[in-house]
T-cell receptor, first 114, second 112 residues
Framework: AAGVIQSPRHLIKEKRETATLKCYPIPRHDTVYWYQQGPGQDPQFLISFYEKMQSDKGSIPDRFSAQQFSDYHSELNMSSLELGDSALYFC?????????????FGPGTRLTVT | SQQGEEDPQALSIQEGENATMNCSYKTSINNLQWYRQNSGRGLVHLILIRSNEREKHSGRLRVTLDTSKKSSSLLITASRAADTASYFCAAATQGGSEKLVFGKGTKLTVNP
């Protein structure tokens, strides 16, 4: 079965640089979520999209932005990177955003800021 | 974490024993999901229990949900060394996007 695809899997950036993370949801899933997991931490919700519109926003820094495109893939753009942005970034997808649906997670992108 | 706590934070058992992990949450939920994560890798979905359900089984997994106490438990029976991982509960909040709010996780070690 198709899974959520994230790219790149690993990314090393320097402080103040920018990074773009990509997420390709499971086919026919119209809701995408982004989560950030710091070292030894639980995942924290960043932002979500339903049918290409932002549906919810969590503790996402103003330096970050995201969007969902017409093919339902999503990109998380991160600017002016800081050391504290080093984390695992997960994308998850689910079908129609209301009701009782599992969220399926991608393998994550490990971002290291040096 | 916005959500609550998981108990215990770490659990070490012998193969064949049962492992029970508990989770508390703070908000009203549509459902509660349990995930497994191996050492900094991806989150694997284990089981979902709806807010109107009290118990659910899947293979060696048994999940209970008590919405009056805002708590859930995950029981893994007849544990195996391959079950060694961190286990997270995640509550899908009511309203809005049903974002998941995660507990802090239980690190389970199953010794062969």
């Amino acid at each position: 079965a198709a899974g959520v695809i994230q790219s790149p899997r690993h990314l090393i950036k320097e402080k103040r640089e920018t990074a773009t993370l990509k997420c390709y949801p499971i086919p026919r899933h119209d809701t995408v979520y982004w989560y950030q997991q710091g070292p030894g931490q639980d995942p924290q919700f960043l932002i979500s999209f339903y049918e290409k519109m932002q549906s919810d926003k969590g503790s996402i820094p103003d330096r970050f932005s995201a969007q969902q495109f017409s093919d339902y893939h999503s990109e998380l753009n991160m600017s002016s990177l800081e050391l504290g942005d080093s984390a695992l970034y997960f994308c998850a997808s689910s079908p129609t955003g209301t009701g009782y649906y599992e969220q399926y997670f991608g393998p994550g992108t490990r971002l290291t800021v040096t | 974490s916005q959500q609550g706590e998981e108990d215990p934070q770490a659990l070490s058992i012998q193969e064949g024993e049962n492992a029970t992990m508990n989770c508390s949450y703070k908000t009203s939920i549509n459902n509660l999901q349990w995930y497994r994560q191996n050492s900094g890798r991806g989150l694997v979905h284990l089981i979902l229990i709806r807010s109107n359900e009290r118990e659910k089984h899947s293979g060696r997994l048994r999940v209970t949900l008590d919405t009056s106490k805002k708590s859930s438990s995950l029981l893994i029976t007849a544990s195996r060394a391959a079950d060694t991982a961190s286990y997270f509960c995640a509550a899908a909040t009511q309203g809005g996007s049903e974002k998941l709010v995660f507990g802090k996780g239980t690190k389970l070690t199953v010794n062969p």
